[in-house]
Protein backbone atom coordinates (compact mmCIF):
# COMPACT_ATOMS: atom_id res chain seq x y z
CA UNK A 1 0.00 0.00 0.00
CA UNK A 2 2.95 2.24 0.35
CA UNK A 3 3.13 2.73 -3.44
CA UNK A 4 -0.24 4.98 -2.92
CA UNK A 5 1.71 7.70 -1.11
CA UNK A 6 3.32 8.52 -4.20
CA UNK A 7 0.52 8.88 -6.11
CA UNK A 8 -0.69 12.68 -6.48
CA UNK A 9 -1.52 15.92 -8.01
CA UNK A 10 0.18 19.20 -8.37
CA UNK A 11 -0.98 20.43 -4.49
CA UNK A 12 -0.42 17.35 -2.76
CA UNK A 13 3.15 17.71 -3.70
CA UNK A 14 3.13 21.16 -3.47
CA UNK A 15 2.31 20.44 0.12
CA UNK A 16 4.67 17.90 0.69
CA UNK A 17 7.82 20.12 -0.65
CA UNK A 18 6.53 23.44 1.86
CA UNK A 19 6.31 20.66 4.82
CA UNK A 20 10.20 19.75 3.90
CA UNK A 21 11.45 23.11 4.00
CA UNK A 22 9.88 24.13 6.85
CA UNK A 23 11.54 20.56 8.34
CA UNK A 24 15.03 21.47 6.84
CA UNK A 25 14.85 25.26 8.23
CA UNK A 26 13.62 23.85 11.53
CA UNK A 27 16.30 21.58 11.54
CA UNK A 28 19.21 24.36 11.06
CA UNK A 29 17.44 26.17 13.45
CA UNK A 30 18.11 22.42 15.57
CA UNK A 31 22.03 21.95 15.17
CA UNK A 32 22.38 25.78 16.67
CA UNK A 33 20.51 24.21 19.89
CA UNK A 34 22.77 21.26 19.58
CA UNK A 35 26.20 23.47 19.23
CA UNK A 36 25.10 26.23 21.62
CA UNK A 37 22.73 24.02 24.15
CA UNK A 38 19.66 24.90 25.61
CA UNK A 39 20.47 28.35 26.58
CA UNK A 40 18.87 29.76 23.03
CA UNK A 41 15.91 28.87 24.49
CA UNK A 42 13.83 30.45 27.59
CA UNK A 43 14.20 27.80 30.11
CA UNK A 44 15.89 28.92 33.09
CA UNK A 45 16.98 27.61 36.61
CA UNK A 46 13.52 27.72 37.35
CA UNK A 47 11.70 27.06 34.28
CA UNK A 48 13.06 23.35 33.88
CA UNK A 49 10.53 22.68 31.13
CA UNK A 50 9.51 24.75 28.16
CA UNK A 51 7.02 24.70 25.16
CA UNK A 52 8.61 21.70 24.25
CA UNK A 53 7.19 19.32 26.88
CA UNK A 54 4.10 21.66 26.64
CA UNK A 55 3.47 20.74 22.63
CA UNK A 56 4.47 17.17 23.83
CA UNK A 57 1.65 17.04 26.85
CA UNK A 58 -0.84 18.36 24.46
CA UNK A 59 0.18 16.03 21.45
CA UNK A 60 -0.23 12.97 24.18
CA UNK A 61 -3.73 13.85 24.79
CA UNK A 62 -4.18 14.17 21.23
CA UNK A 63 -3.18 10.85 20.65
CA UNK A 64 -4.92 9.32 23.45
CA UNK A 65 -8.15 10.66 22.07
CA UNK A 66 -8.16 8.36 19.17
CA UNK A 67 -9.23 5.53 21.41
CA UNK A 68 -12.66 7.71 21.44
CA UNK A 69 -13.33 6.15 17.94
CA UNK A 70 -11.53 3.27 18.66
CA UNK A 71 -13.71 2.24 21.43
CA UNK A 72 -17.28 2.57 20.30
CA UNK A 73 -15.96 0.24 17.06
CA UNK A 74 -13.74 -2.79 18.18
CA UNK A 75 -15.86 -3.05 21.82
CA UNK A 76 -19.48 -2.03 21.12
CA UNK A 77 -19.98 -2.80 17.28
CA UNK A 78 -20.89 0.42 16.72
CA UNK A 79 -20.48 0.27 12.52
CA UNK A 80 -20.78 4.09 11.96
CA UNK A 81 -16.99 4.48 12.89
CA UNK A 82 -15.88 2.20 10.37
CA UNK A 83 -15.31 4.95 8.00
CA UNK A 84 -13.24 7.13 10.51
CA UNK A 85 -11.38 4.67 12.94
CA UNK A 86 -8.55 4.36 10.78
CA UNK A 87 -8.02 8.27 10.56
CA UNK A 88 -8.02 8.26 14.24
CA UNK A 89 -5.76 5.73 14.61
CA UNK A 90 -3.57 7.49 11.59
CA UNK A 91 -4.09 10.73 13.58
CA UNK A 92 -2.72 9.05 16.88
CA UNK A 93 0.72 7.55 15.17
CA UNK A 94 0.96 11.15 13.80
CA UNK A 95 0.81 12.63 17.21
CA UNK A 96 2.86 10.47 18.76
CA UNK A 97 5.92 10.56 16.35
CA UNK A 98 5.55 14.68 17.00
CA UNK A 99 5.39 13.64 20.93
CA UNK A 100 8.61 11.86 20.61
CA UNK A 101 10.02 14.07 18.72
CA UNK A 102 9.45 16.85 21.38
CA UNK A 103 11.32 14.70 23.98
CA UNK A 104 14.30 14.47 22.00
CA UNK A 105 14.67 17.71 21.16
CA UNK A 106 13.91 18.86 24.71
CA UNK A 107 17.38 16.72 25.56
CA UNK A 108 20.60 18.76 25.54
CA UNK A 109 21.92 15.43 24.16
CA UNK A 110 19.81 13.47 22.45
CA UNK A 111 21.51 10.05 22.68
CA UNK A 112 20.52 10.86 26.64
CA UNK A 113 16.71 9.07 25.58
CA UNK A 114 18.97 5.59 24.99
CA UNK A 115 19.41 6.23 28.65
CA UNK A 116 16.22 5.28 29.67
CA UNK A 117 16.58 2.01 27.71
CA UNK A 118 19.81 1.15 28.70
CA UNK A 119 19.52 1.47 32.17
CA UNK A 120 15.65 1.34 33.23
CA UNK A 121 14.21 2.06 36.34
CA UNK A 122 11.05 1.28 37.48
CA UNK A 123 11.45 4.08 39.66
CA UNK A 124 11.36 6.41 36.99
CA UNK A 125 8.29 7.78 35.37
CA UNK A 126 9.92 9.50 32.70
CA UNK A 127 11.21 5.35 31.82
CA UNK A 128 7.61 4.25 31.88
CA UNK A 129 6.40 7.36 29.71
CA UNK A 130 8.52 6.10 27.15
CA UNK A 131 7.57 2.39 27.18
CA UNK A 132 3.60 3.61 26.96
CA UNK A 133 4.24 6.01 23.95
CA UNK A 134 6.38 3.56 21.85
CA UNK A 135 4.48 0.85 23.03
CA UNK A 136 0.95 2.66 21.80
CA UNK A 137 2.89 4.18 18.33
CA UNK A 138 3.88 0.06 17.41
CA UNK A 139 0.31 -0.65 18.51
CA UNK A 140 -1.26 2.13 16.21
CA UNK A 141 1.28 0.77 13.03
CA UNK A 142 0.51 -2.67 13.11
CA UNK A 143 -3.60 -2.47 14.34
CA UNK A 144 -4.04 0.08 11.04
CA UNK A 145 -1.63 -0.98 8.65
CA UNK A 146 -3.50 -4.37 9.34
CA UNK A 147 -6.85 -3.94 9.04
CA UNK A 148 -6.57 -1.19 6.08
CA UNK A 149 -4.84 -3.92 4.15
CA UNK A 150 -7.58 -6.61 5.17
CA UNK A 151 -10.40 -4.05 4.15
CA UNK A 152 -8.20 -3.45 0.67
CA UNK A 153 -8.05 -7.01 0.03
CA UNK A 154 -12.33 -6.99 1.05
CA UNK A 155 -11.25 -9.74 3.62
CA UNK A 156 -11.22 -9.59 7.63
CA UNK A 157 -8.14 -8.51 9.73
CA UNK A 158 -6.25 -11.40 11.04
CA UNK A 159 -7.20 -13.11 14.29
CA UNK A 160 -4.29 -12.22 15.86
CA UNK A 161 -5.08 -8.79 15.56
CA UNK A 162 -7.93 -8.47 17.53
CA UNK A 163 -6.42 -8.97 21.36
CA UNK A 164 -3.63 -5.95 20.20
CA UNK A 165 -6.91 -3.84 19.38
CA UNK A 166 -8.32 -4.41 23.37
CA UNK A 167 -4.88 -3.80 24.29
CA UNK A 168 -4.85 -0.74 22.31
CA UNK A 169 -7.75 0.53 24.34
CA UNK A 170 -6.39 0.45 27.97
CA UNK A 171 -3.07 1.48 26.61
CA UNK A 172 -4.06 4.89 25.14
CA UNK A 173 -5.68 5.87 28.57
CA UNK A 174 -2.06 4.80 30.19
CA UNK A 175 -0.33 7.34 27.73
CA UNK A 176 -1.81 10.33 29.39
CA UNK A 177 -2.69 9.06 32.81
CA UNK A 178 1.57 8.07 32.86
CA UNK A 179 2.34 11.76 31.71
CA UNK A 180 0.24 13.39 34.25
CA UNK A 181 2.22 11.50 36.60
CA UNK A 182 5.41 12.98 35.56
CA UNK A 183 3.61 16.13 37.05
CA UNK A 184 2.10 15.57 39.81
CA UNK A 185 4.55 12.88 41.02
CA UNK A 186 6.55 16.23 41.97
CA UNK A 187 5.61 17.74 45.38
CA UNK A 188 7.26 20.54 45.34
CA UNK A 189 4.94 22.06 42.85
CA UNK A 190 1.54 22.34 44.20
CA UNK A 191 -0.03 23.38 40.88
CA UNK A 192 0.32 20.20 39.92
CA UNK A 193 0.05 18.16 42.83
CA UNK A 194 -3.29 17.03 43.10
CA UNK A 195 -5.03 13.64 42.21
CA UNK A 196 -7.60 15.11 39.80
CA UNK A 197 -4.84 15.92 37.43
CA UNK A 198 -4.71 12.53 35.58
CA UNK A 199 -8.51 12.79 34.85
CA UNK A 200 -8.53 16.62 33.64
CA UNK A 201 -5.55 15.36 31.22
CA UNK A 202 -8.01 12.57 29.98
CA UNK A 203 -10.99 14.85 29.63
CA UNK A 204 -9.04 17.49 27.84
CA UNK A 205 -7.50 14.92 25.67
CA UNK A 206 -10.93 13.58 24.80
CA UNK A 207 -12.16 16.93 23.53
CA UNK A 208 -9.50 18.12 21.49
CA UNK A 209 -8.64 14.63 20.13
CA UNK A 210 -11.92 14.12 18.51
CA UNK A 211 -11.95 18.12 17.74
CA UNK A 212 -9.25 18.22 15.22
CA UNK A 213 -10.30 14.60 13.93
CA UNK A 214 -13.83 16.29 13.06
CA UNK A 215 -11.77 18.76 11.10
CA UNK A 216 -9.84 16.39 9.48
CA UNK A 217 -13.03 14.97 8.23
CA UNK A 218 -14.57 17.69 7.08
CA UNK A 219 -10.95 18.39 4.78
CA UNK A 220 -11.58 14.94 3.27
CA UNK A 221 -14.76 15.25 2.33
CA UNK A 222 -14.59 18.45 0.93
CA UNK A 223 -10.96 17.73 -0.99
CA UNK A 224 -11.42 14.30 -1.63
CA UNK A 225 -14.28 11.50 -2.85
CA UNK A 226 -14.34 9.56 0.38
CA UNK A 227 -17.18 10.90 2.54
CA UNK A 228 -16.53 10.18 6.16
CA UNK A 229 -19.82 10.35 7.05
CA UNK A 230 -22.39 12.85 8.70
CA UNK A 231 -23.50 10.58 11.81
CA UNK A 232 -19.80 9.66 12.38
CA UNK A 233 -19.34 13.45 12.93
CA UNK A 234 -21.99 14.70 15.12
CA UNK A 235 -21.23 11.35 16.76
CA UNK A 236 -17.61 12.80 17.68
CA UNK A 237 -19.39 16.19 18.48
CA UNK A 238 -21.14 14.83 20.81
CA UNK A 239 -18.09 13.27 22.75
CA UNK A 240 -15.93 16.97 22.28
CA UNK A 241 -19.49 18.59 24.04
CA UNK A 242 -19.47 16.00 26.87
CA UNK A 243 -15.45 16.03 27.42
CA UNK A 244 -15.16 19.59 27.52
CA UNK A 245 -17.97 20.37 29.50
CA UNK A 246 -16.46 17.71 32.00
CA UNK A 247 -12.84 19.41 31.46
CA UNK A 248 -14.56 22.89 32.62
CA UNK A 249 -15.71 21.05 35.71
CA UNK A 250 -12.28 19.91 36.76
CA UNK A 251 -10.54 23.17 36.53
CA UNK A 252 -13.30 24.71 38.73
CA UNK A 253 -13.19 21.96 41.41
CA UNK A 254 -9.26 22.81 41.50
CA UNK A 255 -9.94 26.25 41.97
CA UNK A 256 -12.59 25.69 44.42
CA UNK A 257 -10.05 23.45 46.46
CA UNK A 258 -7.12 25.62 46.31
CA UNK A 259 -9.28 29.19 47.48
CA UNK A 260 -11.70 27.24 50.00
CA UNK A 261 -8.81 25.81 51.62
CA UNK A 262 -7.30 28.88 51.35
CA UNK A 263 -3.70 26.96 51.02
CA UNK A 264 -1.02 30.04 49.48
CA UNK A 265 1.44 27.38 47.96
CA UNK A 266 -1.86 26.35 46.14
CA UNK A 267 -3.49 29.75 45.69
CA UNK A 268 -0.63 31.77 44.40
CA UNK A 269 -0.27 29.52 41.01
CA UNK A 270 -3.95 30.21 40.25
CA UNK A 271 -3.62 33.87 40.76
CA UNK A 272 -0.42 34.08 38.78
CA UNK A 273 -2.33 32.81 35.60
CA UNK A 274 -5.40 34.65 36.35
CA UNK A 275 -4.68 37.98 38.10
CA UNK A 276 -0.95 37.73 37.68
CA UNK A 277 1.54 37.64 41.30
CA UNK A 278 3.61 40.35 42.66
CA UNK A 279 3.06 42.78 39.54
CA UNK A 280 3.91 39.65 36.87
CA UNK A 281 0.93 38.66 34.43
CA UNK A 282 2.36 37.52 31.30
CA UNK A 283 0.02 34.60 31.17
CA UNK A 284 -3.23 36.50 32.70
CA UNK A 285 -4.91 36.88 28.91
CA UNK A 286 -3.86 33.97 27.57
CA UNK A 287 -5.56 32.05 30.36
CA UNK A 288 -8.73 34.74 30.23
CA UNK A 289 -8.58 33.58 26.42
CA UNK A 290 -8.49 29.69 26.51
CA UNK A 291 -11.51 30.18 29.61
CA UNK A 292 -13.25 32.14 26.67
CA UNK A 293 -12.25 29.98 24.00
CA UNK A 294 -13.83 26.86 26.14
CA UNK A 295 -16.88 28.69 27.31
CA UNK A 296 -17.91 29.68 23.76
CA UNK A 297 -17.13 26.07 22.50
CA UNK A 298 -19.13 24.61 25.17
CA UNK A 299 -22.16 27.13 24.14
CA UNK A 300 -21.49 25.50 20.24
CA UNK A 301 -21.52 22.15 20.90
CA UNK A 302 -23.68 21.70 23.52
CA UNK A 303 -26.35 23.30 21.44
CA UNK A 304 -28.01 20.60 19.00
CA UNK A 305 -28.85 24.05 16.30
CA UNK A 306 -25.24 24.81 16.10
CA UNK A 307 -23.34 21.52 16.49
CA UNK A 308 -25.58 20.21 13.57
CA UNK A 309 -24.10 23.55 11.53
CA UNK A 310 -20.97 22.08 10.10
CA UNK A 311 -20.02 25.54 9.33
CA UNK A 312 -20.30 26.34 12.96
CA UNK A 313 -19.43 23.15 14.13
CA UNK A 314 -15.75 23.79 12.70
CA UNK A 315 -15.62 27.28 14.60
CA UNK A 316 -15.74 25.19 17.82
CA UNK A 317 -13.63 23.01 16.73
CA UNK A 318 -11.20 25.16 16.18
CA UNK A 319 -12.03 27.27 19.42
CA UNK A 320 -11.76 24.02 21.71
CA UNK A 321 -8.25 23.32 20.35
CA UNK A 322 -6.71 26.61 20.55
CA UNK A 323 -8.67 26.91 24.01
CA UNK A 324 -7.59 23.45 25.32
CA UNK A 325 -3.97 24.01 24.13
CA UNK A 326 -3.33 27.25 25.78
CA UNK A 327 -4.87 26.19 29.16
CA UNK A 328 -2.96 22.56 28.75
CA UNK A 329 0.42 23.13 27.17
CA UNK A 330 1.14 26.84 27.91
CA UNK A 331 -0.93 27.36 31.09
CA UNK A 332 0.37 23.83 32.60
CA UNK A 333 3.89 24.75 32.44
CA UNK A 334 3.84 28.20 33.32
CA UNK A 335 1.29 27.94 36.41
CA UNK A 336 3.50 24.54 37.38
CA UNK A 337 6.79 26.54 37.61
CA UNK A 338 5.60 30.13 38.51
CA UNK A 339 5.87 30.87 41.49
CA UNK A 340 9.29 28.92 42.15
CA UNK A 341 8.89 26.63 45.52
CA UNK A 342 10.16 29.30 47.30
CA UNK A 343 7.34 31.84 46.18
CA UNK A 344 9.64 34.01 43.43
CA UNK A 345 8.25 35.00 40.49
CA UNK A 346 10.50 34.27 37.48
CA UNK A 347 8.33 34.23 34.29
CA UNK A 348 8.96 32.15 31.00
CA UNK A 349 7.76 32.95 27.55
CA UNK A 350 8.98 31.00 24.37
CA UNK A 351 11.73 32.21 22.41
CA UNK A 352 12.14 32.47 18.31
CA UNK A 353 14.29 29.26 18.12
CA UNK A 354 11.97 27.19 20.12
CA UNK A 355 9.03 28.23 18.10
CA UNK A 356 10.82 27.56 14.70
CA UNK A 357 11.77 23.87 16.18
CA UNK A 358 8.61 23.66 17.30
CA UNK A 359 7.04 24.56 14.23
CA UNK A 360 9.19 21.87 12.65
CA UNK A 361 8.26 18.98 14.84
CA UNK A 362 4.53 19.93 13.91
CA UNK A 363 5.74 19.84 9.86
CA UNK A 364 7.01 16.51 10.77
CA UNK A 365 3.91 15.19 12.36
CA UNK A 366 2.22 16.92 9.18
CA UNK A 367 4.40 14.89 6.85
CA UNK A 368 3.51 11.68 8.56
CA UNK A 369 -0.40 12.35 8.43
CA UNK A 370 -0.02 13.57 4.86
CA UNK A 371 1.42 10.45 4.05
CA UNK A 372 -1.25 8.17 5.89
CA UNK A 373 -4.27 9.98 5.18
CA UNK A 374 -3.26 9.69 1.39
CA UNK A 375 -2.99 5.89 2.15
CA UNK A 376 -5.89 5.47 3.84
CA UNK A 377 -8.07 7.70 1.69
CA UNK A 378 -6.90 6.04 -1.69
CA UNK A 379 -7.98 2.59 -0.39
CA UNK A 380 -11.40 4.10 0.81
CA UNK A 381 -11.81 5.24 -2.59
CA UNK A 382 -10.53 2.37 -4.58
CA UNK A 383 -13.20 0.01 -2.32
CA UNK A 384 -15.99 2.79 -3.29
CA UNK A 385 -14.99 2.85 -7.03
Known sequence: ?????????????????????????????????????????????????GFYIANFTYLVGVAAGGVMVVLPYYLHDYKAYGKVTILGEFLAIASIVMCLSFVIVDLGQPTRIFNTLLYPSPNSILFFDIVVLQGYLFLNIIIGWNVLEAERNNDHYQFWVKPLIYLSIPWAISIHTVTAFLYCGLPGRGFWMTAILAPRFLSSAFAAGPSLLILLCLFIRHFTKFDPGREQIQSLAKTVAYAICINVFFFLCEVFVAFYSNIPEHMDHIKYLFVGLHGHSLMVPWMWTSMILMVVGIILVVN????KNENILVIACIVIIFGTWIDKALGMI??????????????YWPTGPEAM???????????????LYKIAVSVKEEIRG
Open 1 to 49: MLELAFKGGKTYWGWIVALLAIIGAAFGVYLWQLKFGLGITGLSRDVSW
Open 304 to 307: PVTR
Open 334 to 347: AGGFVPNPLHQVNE
Open 357 to 371: ISLGVYAVGALVLTV
